[in-house]
């Protein structure tokens, strides 16, 4: 076995061709099996969201499903709202919100999502039935578990006349129509005993930051802030 072999150069040659070969058609499988299509990656990025318009007939809130390209998470809010800006597409639903309504600012914190649109918002045909549509369609996303609205970046009320009537952070309406006015009368602030849901800010552990905490408050009297400090002398509930 240690003999010495006579040479063959066009054996070795041809063997080692054959072996490049070999190697640029296992790294091209290999390549195309890693890489996704542009069609995979469109469909990777496909989500349905969850749109909610009045149903006249039932008179009630109506779901709607509709496709959208999800490019991250920040983008969905935004396309929520303006896909209620535009109205539904099924028929025997009706748009719930102005359709000349911008978006000034969404952002959220923790688990607050903050919505600022324009003042032709207060000009949408039933003010309670807008805000109970626009919430429960964003809630859907399960981003978040609150809303807080604003108008032209004045918190917003319940009436264009009664600027005291705050909203509070808004969570889930009922879908029936008279069960959403009770709901959202009972807990807006300006009547003489309401619960409305608040944010109080605590700090942190290390004492750098002041962290929200949401809480319902009972307000007696019209006597709004004298509820929130109490509140914050009890101290946060959060660990």
Do not use: H
């Not at 290999?30 to 299509?37: A, C, F, H």
């Not at 032709?120 to 609150?146: C, H, P, Q």
């Not at 006349?161 to 705050?166: F, G, H, K, L």
């Not at 009972?218 to 006597?223: E, L, Q, W």
Request: charged share 25%.
């Amino acid at each position: 076995s240690c003999a010495k072999q006579p040479d063959r150069p066009q054996d070795t040659e041809k063997f080692s061709t054959l072996n490049e070969k070999e190697m640029e058609n296992t790294k091209a499988s290999k390549d195309s099996s890693e890489v996704p299509s542009d069609e995979s990656l469109y469909a990777l990025q496909q989500v349905n969201v969850t749109l909610y318009f009045y149903d006249e007939k039932t008179n009630q809130l109506s779901p709607e499903i509709r496709p959208m390209t999800k490019w991250s998470e920040s983008n969905l809010p935004q396309y929520v709202i303006r896909e209620m800006i535009d109205g539904p597409k099924t028929s025997g639903s009706k748009p719930v919100i102005s359709p000349d309504v911008k978006i000034n600012r969404v952002d959220y914190t923790e688990d607050i999502l903050t919505v600022d649109l324009s003042a032709e918002f207060m000009k949408s045909g039933d003010l309670t039935i807008a805000r109970a549509a626009l919430v429960n369609s964003l809630l859907d996303l399960g981003m978040f578990r609150y809303v807080k609205l604003y108008v032209d970046g004045k918190e917003a009320t319940m009436t264009t006349e009664d600027s005291n009537a705050v909203l509070g952070l808004l969570t889930r309406y009922p879908n029936n129509v008279p069960d959403m006015k009770a709901y959202e009368a009972q807990n807006a602030e300006g009547a003489e005993f309401c619960k409305i849901n608040r944010e109080l800010y605590f700090q942190d552990n290390q004492g750098m930051y002041l962290l929200p905490e949401v809480r319902s408050v009972t307000v007696t009297d019209g006597k709004y802030a004298e509820a929130i400090v109490n509140e914050l002398i009890k101290g946060p509930v959060a660990p």
